[in-house]
């Protein structure tokens, strides 16, 4: 059966148990897809008295890894948060009757909450479990509904049936509902000036890592490691603020503030909202380009690090506001 990739579903739930697959809460509006299967082999060297090689390769380890893209969804958004974060968030509402507040807390360990990956095409159906994440990078553009693009790993496939594709009503958001700031610490933030970015990528690094061990070749487990947030921002190049940011090593608290310009169905003025505070961020690799024809504009590079002595923490505040009740 020849199909296109435009055929194929992807849904993702997130795992009461590590490793025990869920069915599917969220179906992803998918860009790309590439994940698949990664078998390991043990390779025979030995000799049989001649110029070839050795006689077998046999399966040491299966694990799946890969990443997708994805148009960013108010709902959806909320279970890889969970994944990225490694914990369920701190719910409040109803608000404004039925506006739900989802508070996001980094959880120091390197065994985070994992999600079951579902796909469904024509040849049949796939589930993925224990998926942990390993980059998670939102894209943010104008003209452009913002994307995530996103890399697992995850035990070894098997098959599945009896799952059907149900895409929910999510609500999409574009570039142009960001809004960024930077201040010299979180409390200066609301008061702070809204900054006139040309794009933003903002990136969440866990290191994932599979851990192979006698007597399976699943993994007995895949656990993240060191977390980095970073991102790059492009602006144009109208003072040398940014630059001396840089050469200064001047380091600023930064929010990053996506709101939806529709309210949420059901509430009055609640609109849909996500919102990330970075306690303490430096702005580092700085470039310009000076295209004849074209705005100058600049590059900066950032990097998020633990505010020691000050918020004592990485995120000073994430949160997610939608119309779900829990995740």
């Not at 380009?289 to 505010?307: E, G, K, R």
């Amino acid at each position: 059966m020849l199909w296109i990739g435009r055929r194929e579903s992807v849904g993702i739930g997130v795992e009461s148990t590590r490793g025990v697959g869920v069915a599917p809460s969220y179906w992803l509006n998918c860009l790309s897809f590439t994940f698949k299967d990664v078998p390991t082999r043990a390779v025979s060297e030995a000799g049989f008295g001649g110029i070839w090689a050795g006689d077998q390769a046999p399966k040491t380890m299966e694990h799946a890894e890969g990443e997708f893209e994805i148009e960013v969804g108010d709902q959806s958004l909320g279970a890889l948060l969970v994944a990225v974060f490694g914990d369920s968030p701190s719910t409040s509402g109803p608000t404004d009757t039925a506006a739900y507040t989802h508070t996001f807390t980094l959880s120091n360990t390197n065994q985070h909450k994992s999600l079951t990956i579902h796909t469904v095409d024509p040849i049949g159906q796939l589930v993925y479990e224990m998926a942990m994440i390993d980059t998670f990078e939102l894209r943010v553009e104008p003209d452009s509904i913002i994307t995530a693009r996103v890399s697992f790993i995850s035990k070894g496939s098997t098959t599945s049936a009896g799952q059907s594709a149900s895409y929910g009503a999510e609500k999409k958001f574009v570039g142009r509902y960001l809004t960024f700031k930077v201040a010299s610490d979180t409390s200066g933030l609301d008061a702070a000036s809204a900054i006139s970015l040309k794009s933003l990528i903002l990136r969440f690094e866990k290191n994932a890592e599979a851990q192979a061990t006698l007597s399976t070749v699943q993994p007995e487990d895949i656990v993240n490691k060191r977390f980095n947030i970073s991102g790059e921002i492009v602006l144009n190049y109208e003072d040398r603020t940014w630059l001396n940011y840089v050469k200064n090593a001047s380091d600023k608290a930064v929010r990053i503030d996506i709101v939806h310009e529709d309210t949420i169905t059901g509430c009055a003025s609640t609109k849909y909202q996500f919102r990330l505070d970075l306690s303490k961020v430096a702005f580092e690799s700085w470039d310009s380009d000076f295209a004849m024809d074209d705005v100058v504009t600049q590059t900066l590079s950032f990097t998020a690090f633990y505010d020691a002595g000050g918020n004592n923490n990485v995120v000073n505040s994430c949160y997610l506001v939608n119309g779900v009740t829990s995740y």
